[in-house]
């Protein structure tokens, strides 16, 4: 997920503070998850982050996270 949220947030020319008052979760939530400090993501949080980013929450989740929904 890390690599697919921060491509996605600077594509969308969004800082981590922007994203997160966007999406309503903690701006430290979206840097563990960039930066591989948090493997695993609440299912809500990754349906806010991809609601605030326009994207399905499939995009935000690696193929291996995606073979277990």
Known sequence: ???????????????RKDLAEIAGVDESTIYRLENGRSRKAMPR??????RAL????????????????
Do not use: I
């Open 1 to 15: 997920m890390n690599g697919q949220l921060r491509r996605l947030r600077e594509q969308n020319a969004l800082s």
């Open 45 to 50: 949080t990754v349906r806010q982050l991809a």
């Open 54 to 69: 326009g994207v399905e929450p499939q995009v935000l989740l690696s193929e291996q996270t995606r073979m277990f929904l």
